[in-house]
């Protein structure tokens, strides 16, 4: 009898919510969870192979569930996410510990292998199966797959392509989410101002903020992530207007250069997205913006990378992720491109990218020095309460605070990743 199980995630936060999800699943089947593999009846891996460190990490997990299976043959092992594509038999034959490979949204073949119940168990979204929530944020997918293939990019090869919840669906979704205590929800796709696209009536993601500002409980509504051509002007506006929607944008770039974005097939030139990040800051001047560099990528010239050193020194964004490239079987770059690029200039491309960022998020931080900001607090780590702004800087405070509670917090240190203060008024740490 299946029992206890044990879920690993790794990657983004739709595979967080995947794994919520699923854990929602078992929950309903009387199940339970443990922190401790070796307690398990089933394992569940949530896999990713967007970046090759992440993909070694499931490997190594699958080395010790090898050695776990060896020694109890009973033991369920189950493995979901980006890892599974529609073919099967190359995972199957490396890894013949694994008793079911599922791919992303996929539960109904990991349900099956515990014996649950048929009920509920089709249909890509699960639609009356939600996450319980264990904190007062949460995300919640609202467009699932991607169209868009760029070159250097699995993740259309597992999840698909694009399709959108009915409208209804995720907004039931948000009110259970905030009748569970929830005060900030994410709504989340690979490129989520596609929303709406395929649904018969065609409602954008504006549409559905202006569905999600009217949900009592709901403070907070953040998105991610973007795309320059998806986001229109009209979603721009919705944003802009509606107060409870975080004036917060995660906007990849990827490259500075128009030969490296061409060769991406990322759809959009330097200019375009130039253009696009004025448009956001001239509705918004405030508002936060953070972005994804690939450095390394087949063919980058030592001034193709200076193009986007250059374009990240202009822009000022509050955040920049950067990667080194890595190949990603599968995908159009390892099907067509040389890795061409030495690992020493990949790592000294990072490093500078990571400079420039440091100091740049430290000057935009120190803006913040004096100021009073509310802050939702999302967790306490050992005495010490910890949120987010509206525009999503990561705030310490150092008086205490409720967890759930919107705090205004005032901004008395600085770093390059994080802020600091104390809470402005007492009454509203009750």
Sequence with gaps: MIEKYYLWTVGCQMNRADSEKLAAGFTRLEMSETQDMQEADIVVLNTCSVRQHAEDRAYSQLGRVRQLKEKRPELKVAVMGCMVGLRTDDLRKRFPQVDVFARPQEFGPIMELVEGPAEDLGGEFWPSTYAVPDGPTAFVPVVHGCNKFCTYCIVPYRRG??????????????????????????????????????????????????????????????????????????????????????????????????????????????????????EVRTLMPAAGITTDVIVGYPGESDADFQQSFDLLEELRFDKVHVAAYSPRPGTIAWRTMEDDIPAETKAERLHRVEELESRISQEINNSYLGSVQPVLIEGIKGDQPFGRTETGKLVHLESPARVGSIVDVSIDHAGPWALRGTAVNALQLA
């Design 161 to 278: 392509r694009e399709k959108s919840r009915p409208l209804a669906d995720v907004v039931r979704e948000c009110a259970y989410l905030a009748a569970q205590g929830v005060r900030e929800v994410t709504l989340l796709g690979q490129t989520v101002e596609a929303y709406g696209h395929d649904l018969p009536e065609q409602p954008d993601l504006g549409d559905l903020m202006r569905e999600l500002q009217a949900l009592e409980g709901i403070a907070r509504i953040r998105f991610l992530t973007s795309y320059p051509r998806d986001m229109t002007g009209r979603i721009l506006e919705a944003v802009a207007g509606l107060p409870r929607v975080m004036e917060s944008f995660s906007l990849p770039v990827q490259s500075g250069s128009d030969a490296v974005l061409e060769s991406m097939r990322r759809g959009y030139s330097r200019q375009e997205f130039v253009d696009k990040i004025a």
